[in-house]
Each structure stands twice: as structure tokens, then as C-alpha cells.
């Protein structure tokens, strides 16, 4: 583009009116040149800008690709640790209500065993009132032997006598 405009007609070189047309032309010209320059200087750096953005915008869709990537990765992850939650949760519920039912278990037989110890102490005291009365009957029985010991001659006597009635008896009987 330099230099499109050099050439001029021979028409205006021949006058000095025309050589300051002719001078007009070539600012004129040098006008044009410099602006033909300064457009090809900027389409050059609109080019460059362009590439450059172009550049920019490739290296954009690639990290945009790879945070995608990473984005559904992290879903994926997230999806993985709310089921782990859930288990772990279900898991320590389930532990929970294990224990819970092993609580009640051992509060009932807390309670039967409060009550067994309420029967035991009733047992304990019919233990020591039937130990009393086996005392005292004991004690009877003693008397008892004690009055049959001192009653026996007698009954020994008795039977003695018993025998010498029956044998009277006999010879009432014979003598009648």
C-alpha cells in the first residue's frame, strides 16, 4: 500500500500553482501513506489482539473442560460421602437403639431383682420366725420326752397292772 499514491499527472508539474497543488498532493499522499500505516499498524495489533484472545479463550475451554471435570468428580465424592453418612448414621442409630434395649433390659431386671430382694427379706424373716418356733417346739419336745421319761415307770406300772387285771379277769371267768 506504500506508495500507491506516488504517482502524479505530468499536467501538475508544469505550474507553480500546480507544483503547490503538487505539493498539496504529496502531504496529501504522505497523509495517506501514514494513515495507510497507522491502519495496517492497528489491523496488526487487532490481529495480534485477537490471537491472542483466541489463545485466551482456548486456554479457558480447556480449565472450563477440567472444572467441569473436577465438578463432577466432586459430585461423584459428595454423593459417595452422603451415603457413607447415611450408613453411619443408620449404623449409629441402630447402636443406639441397641442400647437403649439393653437398658430396658437391665432396668426390668433391676426391678425384679429389687423385688427379689423384697422376697428374699421376706424369705429371711419366715426363715427366723420358723427358727423361733422350731426353738420353741424344741423346747416342748424336751418337756415333753422330760414327762414321758417321769411317766414311763408309771406306764411300766400300768402295764403291769394292766396284765394282773387281764389275768383276773381270766379266773373271774373260770370261777363263775
Known amino acids: 500500500m506504500a506508495g500507491r499514491d506516488r504517482y502524479l499527472p505530468s499536467s501538475a508539474v508544469s505550474t507553480s500553482s500546480s507544483s503547490r497543488l503538487v505539493e498539496s498532493q504529496l502531504i496529501e499522499s504522505d497523509r495517506?501513506?501514514?494513515r495507510s500505516v497507522i491502519l495496517e499498524d492497528r489491523i496488526a495489533i487487532q490481529?495480534?489482539?485477537i490471537q491472542s484472545l483466541l489463545n485466551d479463550n482456548q486456554r479457558l475451554a480447556v480449565a472450563h473442560i477440567g472444572l467441569k471435570d473436577q465438578l463432577n468428580l466432586a459430585k461423584r465424592e459428595l454423593e459417595r460421602?452422603?451415603?457413607?453418612?447415611a450408613k453411619v448414621?443408620?449404623?449409629g442409630e441402630a447402636k443406639v437403639r441397641e442400647v437403649?434395649?439393653?437398658a430396658l433390659r437391665m432396668e426390668a431386671e433391676a426391678r425384679v431383682i429389687d423385688g427379689l430382694g423384697a422376697e428374699l427379706g421376706q424369705v429371711r424373716s419366715d426363715v427366723q420366725r420358723l427358727a423361733n418356733d422350731r426353738q420353741e417346739l424344741a423346747t416342748e419336745l424336751a418337756m415333753l420326752d422330760g414327762e414321758m421319761v417321769k411317766a414311763k415307770p408309771n406306764s411300766d406300772r400300768a402295764i403291769e397292772v394292766k396284765a394282773e387285771i387281764e389275768i383276773l379277769r381270766g379266773e373271774v371267768r373260770k370261777g363263775r
Open 81 to 85: 460421602l452422603l451415603e457413607t453418612a
Open 47 to 49: 490481529h495480534r489482539e
Open 89 to 91: 448414621k443408620a449404623e
Open 100 to 102: 437403649y434395649q439393653n
Open 32 to 34: 495517506n501513506r501514514a
